[in-house]
């Protein structure tokens, strides 16, 4: 069974620029989540998709991040403009759903990203 | 708002020996609580969970204990290698189906040869 596939894997952008990470998740599974992890830390949630509606986005700053799932599959997450302070790895991450039993969170790789 | 923290941050074992990683939450609400393993340059690994009805799950090589009195939860490996050496995280969910979880820092483990 293939993971959950991000790219970039990796992405150098100035202060000001934005940047857009893709992911798909692993096929069948109706939750997509975006977590943002700063070196050091533990992930932070950014973002929740239950198909191709936003479950909780309750930690994205919305002033400058954006995410959408518009057919319930791929997911696109998109920072304009960026701060130096996004600078951290974009992790996606997919489950079967809400409510189903052995609901493993399955995590892609991630999306490193440095903004300078 | 609600946490979950580790005692340690670093770990050093002996290739051979047992690792104990330990951590601490403070949310006596959540449901579920899951092991994950991240390795450099890679994503969190689903390890082991457990759910806040029971005090005790095995898998291979990997054991985790939960402690809901004192809120803590520990991950024990046995016979570590030098595969183990990660960063590990746990993390808590606070209603088991309806996943969304808060980690913690995590541990970093070294395996001494």
């Known amino acids: 069974e293939a993971g959950v596939a991000q790219s970039p894997r990796y992405k150098i952008i100035e202060k000001r620029q934005s940047v857009a990470f893709w992911c798909n998740p692993i096929s069948g599974h109706a939750t997509l989540y975006w977590y943002q992890q700063i070196l050091g830390q533990g992930p932070k949630l950014l973002i929740q998709?239950?198909?191709?509606?936003?479950?909780?986005d309750s930690q994205l700053p919305k002033d400058r991040f954006s995410a959408e799932r518009l057919k319930g599959v791929d997911s696109t997450l998109k920072i304009q403009p960026a701060k130096l302070e996004d600078s951290a790895v974009y992790l996606c991450?997919?489950?079967?759903?809400?409510?189903?039993?052995?609901?493993?969170?399955?995590f892609g790789e991630g999306s490193w990203l440095t903004v300078v | 708002g609600e946490s979950v923290g580790l005692h340690l941050p670093t770990l050093s074992v002996q290739e051979g020996d047992n690792s104990i990683i330990n951590c601490a939450y403070s949310n006596s609400a959540s449901d579920y609580f899951i092991w994950y393993k991240q390795e450099s340059g890679k994503g969190p690994q689903f390890i082991i969970d457990i759910r806040s009805n029971m005090d005790k799950r095995q898998g291979q090589r990997v054991t985790v204990l939960l402690n809901k009195t004192v809120k803590h939860l520990s991950l024990q490996i046995a016979a570590t290698q030098a595969g183990d050496s990660a960063v590990y995280f746990c993390?808590?969910?606070?209603?088991?189906?309806?996943?969304?979880?808060?980690f913690g820092t995590g541990t970093r483990l070294t395996i001494i040869p």
């Open positions: 991450a997919s489950s079967r759903g809400q409510g189903l039993t052995g609901n493993t969170i399955y």
């Open positions: 998709f239950q198909n191709n509606g936003v479950v909780d």
């Open positions: 993390a808590e969910n606070l209603h088991f189906g309806n996943e969304k979880l808060t």
